[in-house]
């Protein structure tokens, strides 16, 4: 990362004294904002957005690097805005999320996020993804997916 690519700016302090880490599950409010102060997307009602935040699996999520250095730095309830050069948003090379027709992605953003909360991912998630794919042909091999199952949402 360049120096001074990724800029803080603290607007509300957090609670506690952890962050967010790898594989950790992040919730949080985002508004896009030109440096002019233009909002080009927000998931905040408010905003024009759905009202929904996002869920994201640090390290794991498609999630713009900008965030994925962001996010960890930030505290329980931290709301934070950070200066984002297009390398490290939707302009990077390779970006693993996609953007409509016309957004800035070029343009360097102010990104205002909200963090709502954060946690380890359950290991049952993790079971049931590696799982999802896998095709099972007899009845004995259905029978014991579906107590494997069982065991694992009794738990």
Same mark, same amino acid.
């Not at 939707?90 to 954060?118: M, N, R, T």
């Given at each position: 990362? %360049?120096?001074?690519? !990724?800029? /803080?700016?603290? *607007?509300?302090? &957090?609670?506690?004294?952890?962050? #967010?880490?790898?594989?950790?599950?992040?919730?949080?409010?985002?508004?896009?904002?030109?440096?002019?102060?233009?909002?080009?997307?927000?998931?905040?009602?408010?905003?024009?957005?759905?009202?929904?935040? %996002?869920?994201?699996? !640090?390290? /794991?999520?498609? *999630?713009?690097? &900008?965030?994925?250095?962001?996010? #960890?730095?930030?505290?329980?309830?931290?709301?934070?805005?950070?200066?984002?050069?297009?390398?490290?948003?939707?302009?990077?090379?390779?970006?693993?999320?996609?953007?409509?027709?016309?957004?800035?992605?070029?343009?360097?953003?102010?990104?205002?996020?909200?963090?709502?909360?954060?946690?380890?991912?359950?290991?049952?998630?993790?079971?049931?993804?590696?799982?999802?794919?896998?095709?099972?042909?007899?009845?004995?091999?259905?029978?014991?997916?579906?107590?494997?199952?069982?065991?694992?949402?009794?738990?």
């Amino acid at each position: 990362m %360049k120096p001074g690519s !990724l800029m /803080k700016a603290l *607007i509300r302090p &957090g609670a506690g004294d952890k962050t #967010p880490s790898d594989g950790d599950q992040v919730i949080y409010h985002s508004t896009i904002r030109t440096l002019d102060g233009v909002i080009v997307e927000s998931t905040k009602a408010e905003l024009g957005g759905s009202g929904n935040p %996002k869920r994201q699996v !640090l390290g /794991k999520s498609k *999630i713009i690097l &900008g965030l994925l250095e962001g996010i #960890p730095t930030m505290f329980l309830g931290e709301v934070a805005m950070f200066k984002v050069k297009p390398e490290l948003h939707y302009g990077e090379e390779d970006c693993p999320v996609s953007v409509a027709d016309g957004f800035p992605k070029d343009d360097e953003l102010h990104f205002e996020i909200e963090l709502i909360d954060f946690s380890k991912v359950k290991a049952r998630i993790s079971y049931l993804f590696l799982l999802k794919n896998q095709i099972f042909s007899t009845a004995y091999e259905m029978q014991v997916l579906k107590t494997f199952f069982l065991v694992i949402l009794r738990s």
